[in-house]
């Protein structure tokens, strides 16, 4: 309430008192209409995970991989092989569902539904994270007497994702809210268990320029059903990546990608002083490139609006809460950030691209069709 802590709050918040409860009640479905009236939609996020240390596991210890003794500890641990975001593998100390246990199966895909049922009734559409792990999970051994991770044995192990997606589709229709975040290591067999039940996939504009034109995250290979972001929590803000990680040839190829049409009249690229306009306004570059793209939905990071290099996480490090730097999953900003200006500008942008919801567009089923982008190992 008010980026406060509880024991902060107005004395009647604080002790529970039901008139000032009701109150916030009112006030937030208020505002949850009022969205709704302007056909803004509320996404919420469903982790693949969850903590040891959670009502969820104690209350179903069974369907977890754990040692079924006095100690109750995990076996293994969710986690991550070595990318491009962490160079030496994720540790994510999470336990992980016994998937391949027959005998708890039923039980396991029956709280899954009980999750989503419970998530969907607050919100309007689910980012599904890590979906990867419903085709392969990655698992890290723990030694049952010292508790240490085996990193050396840590490998993936199938996953019963398409039994899964056909018991959720089966309660919940075929035409279930979802986007799925198929991110990290996607393999063809991730892909056609994504394309299998036409779920929306993501695309990430700030992977688009490392490649050849055949890059699945360059802008010209979006498809319909698909989500673009600029970028995402685990990734610098676009500024961040501008100045602080992309390479020359990255830099290059996004000036020639939006140069391309005047490209060899050197009085016009001249002119327009393109490269000093691209270290200057590179977010609002992003923004319009993303926004003409064929995705159906498109997301912009608060950060890359605000032109600011302040990223919302960083992969396989803890935040220390003693440091005075920036933590982990602490960003926040104010309204009054917000300006006119920029408010506006995005309003045009919008309309521009036809992205302002006026429309109701349909896309034709044949249109909708996936391409193949299972080429690349996406680490």
């Not at 092989?81 to 540790?91: E, H, L, M, V, Y």
Request: aromatic share 12%.
């Amino acid at each position: 309430h008010k980026n406060s802590t509880w024991s902060d709050w107005p004395v009647p918040l604080r002790r529970h008192e039901q008139t000032a409860l009701q109150t916030i009640r009112e006030l937030e479905k208020d505002r949850i209409e009022y969205a709704n009236e302007f056909k803004i939609k509320i996404i919420g996020d469903i982790p693949m995970y969850i903590d040891y240390d959670s009502v969820d596991v104690w209350s179903n210890s069974h369907i977890f991989q754990l040692y079924h003794n006095d100690t109750m500890k995990s076996t293994v641990l969710a986690g991550f092989p070595p990318d491009d975001i962490s160079d030496t593998g994720q540790n994510w100390n999470m336990p992980i569902y016994d998937w391949n246990n027959e005998d708890v199966r039923k039980d396991l895909f029956d709280w899954w539904i009980k999750r989503l049922r419970r998530t969907l009734s607050t919100v309007d559409l689910l980012r599904f994270d890590h979906f990867r792990g419903l085709e392969s999970h990655y698992v890290i051994p723990v030694d049952i007497d010292t508790q240490e991770l085996n990193f050396s044995q840590a490998h993936w192990v199938k996953t019963p994702g398409y039994e899964l997606l056909t018991a959720i589709t089966e309660t919940f229709g075929s035409d279930i809210p979802v986007i799925v975040e198929d991110l990290g290591n996607i393999t063809s067999e991730v892909v056609e268990l994504r394309d299998r039940f036409h779920l929306f996939g993501v695309k990430i504009l700030q992977m688009g320029f490392y490649n050849d034109s055949e890059n699945i995250y360059s802008p010209h290979n979006y498809i319909p059903n698909s989500v673009a972001y600029t970028g995402t929590h685990d990734y610098p803000t676009i500024l961040q990546w501008w100045i602080e990680k992309a390479s020359e040839k990255e830099k290059h190829q996004f000036i020639e990608y939006i140069r391309r049409p005047i490209d060899g009249h050197k009085e016009l690229i001249d002119g327009l002083k393109l490269e000093k306009h691209v270290d200057k306004y590179i977010c609002w570059y992003f923004i319009q490139v993303l926004l003409q793209s064929a995705s159906n939905g498109t997301i912009i990071q608060m950060q890359d609006l605000l032109n600011i290099p302040t990223r919302m996480n960083k992969p396989g490090t803890a935040s220390d809460v003693e440091h005075n730097g920036p933590q982990n999953w602490s960003w926040r900003f104010e309204w009054s950030q917000l300006t006119s200006d920029t408010r506006i500008r995005l309003k045009k942008l919008t309309q521009m691209y036809g992205r302002d919801l006026k429309y109701g567009k349909s896309i034709p089923s044949e249109d909708m069709a996936m391409k193949n982008d299972s080429r690349y190992d996406l680490q």
